[in-house]
């Protein structure tokens, strides 16, 4: 194959899809400078601050259920339309909320887009970006939604002094970016692999060449059509043993990811540092740092993703993030949690997170399943990792304040250590590998995650 790839396309193809991520990022983090504003005017207690914090989260749990079952009938593209629709008029009715019921009603929709997002945008970048690329291909959709997080704490930090209703228009800014999201997706194409799996396969291939060349989409066509032989599979498929295999790898990334506190610090980081006696002012200008310093080292990852790997950036990351929460569990318990020691210790978890697991994760999950079951299976680890989040974020602030610091911190830490544990023993390397050869990997070879992958072919 000596077709060049079309990078500037591919670059056009993945970031569209990846602007849905932006979405997600703006939608789980605008609420972290609303909240405070929300305890006002609804007289929440901590329980039902974290049913509103979390209410985004449930809605996000069907979302990604109901986008993986239809996604294989329907297309990416049309289901990201969809999304881009439902994003636009969900910020529009949160910020016109009249009372806490219609607030909930109106966040637990635009769960429903968050959901499916989380799901297809992934698949869509995944499915239109060759071996060589997926990996920093992948990485854009964490950039945007990292980009999505800090461009809410910002609008957060600008917006915060309009008054009573400044959380109104927090959530109303929202509409912005969807209509962009809508617009770029009308450019875009429907995947090769879709169009190939529904029968319209010159489409597919028109798309393949306009990617890699004629050679390249040659090539690719034959991998599709050799991994669509068999009958699209159903939900009893996930059972066979191959399958199996990668249907739990991605079950337990998801659970442990959320459950090593990744969400508690991007909703409830004014929380925490009011905790460790910040003022307000103070507490907001902190999640601008922390939005910067995620979107700097995500960015870090674009480079190193494809160089290094995924397992070792998961390892790596994982035994960071357990080192920096064991840090902040004995600076309670010495009396030390206050000041700027709370910053650098929150700065430094996030950026073992944003550098290696964050990436790696939403890089991973639709990589390890086979093309003919990829949207069903990706149902399992996205539904789990949003159940997951729900759980913790409505959680956080009883724990905190219940269970107290150190143990809430002395959680997330072990946590953090069972995920590094974790990948040393059951994840893969899938680095450079075309989707069809991971597939062969998984139903053909023993689980081997210290061994690179090694194709048939």
Same mark, same amino acid.
């Given at each position: 194959?000596?077709?060049?790839?079309?990078?500037?396309?591919?670059?056009?193809?993945?970031?569209?899809?990846?602007?849905?991520?932006?979405?997600?990022?703006?939608?789980?983090?605008?609420?972290?400078?609303?909240?405070?504003?929300?305890?006002?005017?609804?007289?929440?207690?901590?329980?039902?601050?974290?049913?509103?914090?979390?209410?985004?989260?449930?809605?996000?749990?069907?979302?990604?259920?109901?986008?993986?079952?239809?996604?294989?009938?329907?297309?990416?593209?049309?289901?990201?339309?969809?999304?881009?629709?439902?994003?636009?008029?969900?910020?529009?009715?949160?910020?016109?909320?009249?009372?806490?019921?219609?607030?909930?009603?109106?966040?637990?929709?635009?769960?429903?887009?968050?959901?499916?997002?989380?799901?297809?945008?992934?698949?869509?970048?995944?499915?239109?970006?060759?071996?060589?690329?997926?990996?920093?291909?992948?990485?854009?959709?964490?950039?945007?939604?990292?980009?999505?997080?800090?461009?809410?704490?910002?609008?957060?930090?600008?917006?915060?002094?309009?008054?009573?209703?400044?959380?109104?228009?927090?959530?109303?800014?929202?509409?912005?970016?969807?209509?962009?999201?809508?617009?770029?997706?009308?450019?875009?194409?429907? *995947?090769?692999?879709?169009?190939?799996?529904?029968?319209?396969?010159?489409?597919?291939?028109?798309?393949?060449?306009?990617?890699?060349?004629?050679?390249?989409?040659?090539?690719?066509?034959?991998?599709?059509?050799?991994?669509?032989?068999?009958?699209?599979?159903?939900?009893?498929?996930?059972?066979?043993?191959?399958?199996?295999?990668?249907?739990?790898?991605?079950?337990?990334?998801?659970?442990?990811?959320?459950?090593?506190?990744?969400?508690?610090?991007?909703?409830?980081?004014?929380?925490?540092?009011?905790?460790?006696?910040?003022?307000?002012?103070?507490?907001?200008?902190? *999640?601008?740092?922390?939005?910067?310093?995620?979107?700097?080292?995500?960015?870090?990852?674009?480079?190193?993703?494809?160089?290094?790997?995924?397992?070792?950036?998961?390892?790596?990351?994982?035994?960071?993030?357990?080192?920096?929460?064991?840090?902040?569990?004995?600076?309670?318990?010495?009396?030390?949690?206050?000041?700027?020691?709370?910053?650098?210790?929150?700065?430094?978890?996030?950026?073992?997170?944003?550098?290696?697991?964050?990436?790696?994760?939403?890089?991973?999950?639709?990589?390890?399943?086979?093309?003919?079951?990829?949207?069903?299976?990706?149902?399992?680890?996205?539904?789990?990792?949003?159940?997951?989040?729900?759980?913790?974020?409505?959680?956080?602030?009883?724990?905190?304040?219940?269970?107290?610091?150190?143990?809430?911190?002395?959680?997330?830490?072990?946590?953090?250590?069972?995920?590094?544990?974790?990948?040393?023993?059951?994840?893969?390397?899938?680095?450079?590998?075309?989707?069809?050869?991971?597939?062969?990997?998984?139903?053909?070879?023993?689980?081997?995650?210290?061994?690179?992958?090694?194709?048939?072919?």
């Amino acid at each position: 194959m000596t077709d060049k790839t079309n990078l500037p396309y591919v670059l056009f193809l993945a970031i569209t899809a990846a602007t849905g991520g932006l979405l997600f990022g703006f939608d789980i983090a605008i609420i972290s400078g609303a909240g405070h504003f929300l305890v006002q005017h609804f007289g929440l207690n901590d329980l039902s601050l974290g049913v509103a914090f979390s209410s985004l989260l449930f809605g996000c749990v069907i979302g990604s259920a109901v986008a993986g079952r239809v996604t294989d009938r329907l297309g990416r593209r049309r289901i990201l339309l969809w999304v881009a629709v439902l994003f636009a008029l969900t910020s529009a009715a949160t910020g016109l909320a009249w009372s806490f019921q219609s607030f909930l009603a109106a966040r637990f929709l635009g769960g429903l887009a968050v959901g499916a997002v989380s799901l297809v945008s992934p698949m869509y970048v995944s499915e239109i970006s060759p071996p060589t690329l997926r990996g920093r291909m992948g990485t854009l959709y964490q950039m945007s939604i990292v980009t999505g997080i800090l461009a809410s704490y910002c609008i957060n930090y600008l917006l915060r002094d309009l008054g009573p209703d400044s959380w109104r228009w927090m959530f109303i800014s929202g509409v912005i970016p969807s209509v962009i999201f809508f617009a770029l997706l009308l450019l875009a194409p429907e *995947t090769p692999r879709y169009l190939a799996m529904a029968g319209r396969r010159d489409e597919a291939f028109a798309i393949m060449e306009r990617i890699g060349g004629r050679a390249s989409a040659e090539f690719a066509m034959r991998e599709i059509s050799a991994s669509l032989t068999t009958q699209r599979r159903a939900w009893r498929d996930l059972l066979q043993p191959g399958i199996r295999r990668a249907v739990m790898v991605g079950f337990w990334l998801a659970i442990l990811i959320h459950f090593s506190g990744i969400n508690t610090v991007i909703d409830y980081a004014p929380r925490i540092f009011q905790s460790a006696g910040w003022n307000m002012d103070a507490a907001y200008l902190s *999640t601008v740092v922390i939005g910067l310093t995620n979107f700097a080292f995500t960015a870090v990852s674009f480079w190193t993703i494809d160089r290094y790997g995924r397992r070792p950036l998961y390892i790596v990351g994982s035994l960071g993030m357990a080192l920096t929460l064991a840090a902040l569990t004995i600076a309670v318990l010495l009396g030390q949690f206050h000041g700027p020691l709370v910053l650098v210790l929150i700065l430094a978890y996030l950026v073992c997170f944003c550098s290696c697991i964050g990436p790696v994760f939403w890089t991973l999950v639709p990589e390890i399943f086979p093309n003919n079951i990829r949207g069903t299976a990706m149902i399992v680890p996205v539904l789990t990792q949003w159940v997951a989040n729900a759980v913790v974020v409505l959680l956080f602030p009883a724990a905190l304040h219940g269970l107290g610091q150190a143990a809430t911190f002395g959680f997330l830490a072990v946590v953090s250590l069972a995920q590094a544990l974790f990948t040393i023993a059951f994840v893969p390397e899938t680095k450079n590998r075309p989707l069809e050869e991971i597939e062969e990997f998984w139903t053909s070879k023993p689980l081997a995650p210290t061994k690179p992958l090694v194709g048939a072919r």
